[in-house]
């Protein structure tokens, strides 16, 4: 490992609650993964990751949803 490397702590499940057009819920793990992000190894060449920080839905504290983007580089 370089010493410019960052080293990614495992985090707990990235946990979502998902629905469909029956209006069925369920909760199941969700993607991408903290340490997906973190590593950025799925970004494609081109791609970034942005984080945008916001306030929760219900007005609690921050937020940072992580969007991904293909972003042109030239």
């Not at 992000?37 to 940072?64: F, H, R």
Request: hydrophobic share 35%; net charge negative; aromatic share 4%.
């Amino acid at each position: 490992m370089s010493e410019t490397a960052t080293v990614v702590q495992p985090t707990k499940p990235n946990i979502g609650i998902f629905t469909n057009p029956k209006h069925d819920l369920w909760i199941s793990e969700a993607e991408p993964t903290l340490e997906s992000v973190q590593n950025a190894d799925s970004l494609k060449p081109g791609e970034v990751t942005i984080a945008v920080k916001s306030t929760g839905i219900c007005g609690y504290g921050p937020c940072l949803p992580v969007l991904r983007r293909p972003v042109v580089v030239s």
